[in-house]
């Protein structure tokens, strides 16, 4: 049985690949793949949320360290930027305009 900073990394990588796939689906349009990416991400992070208490660090520090440094080199979150919008749906806005 692994730990659950074992199993958080884990977790937070397989989120991370789900959330590319996600922003390539949004950028070519495929809602339906978007919504399928969404309900396989789902179980993930309920399960990161069960495993939070239980970990030894904030899951946050896990996260990337390059978009985390990025996103503090600008000034927000890893997950937001200026305007409060995550980094996917501004692309997906900027794609279809």
Excluded: W
Excluded at 73 to 93: D, E, I, L, M, V
């Amino acid at each position: 049985m692994s730990s659950p900073a074992h199993t958080c990394a884990r977790l937070l990588a397989a989120l991370e690949d789900l959330v590319s796939q996600e922003a390539s689906l949004l950028r070519a349009a495929d809602f339906a793949g978007v919504l399928a990416t969404q309900e396989r991400a789902a179980p993930i992070v309920e399960r990161l949320a069960a495993l939070a208490p239980a970990a030894p660090t904030s899951p946050m520090s896990m996260v990337n360290p390059s978009r985390s440094a990025r996103a503090r080199r600008n000034g927000a979150s890893p997950n937001t930027q200026k305007g409060g919008k995550s980094s996917s749906t501004r692309r997906a806005y900027s794609d279809n305009t």
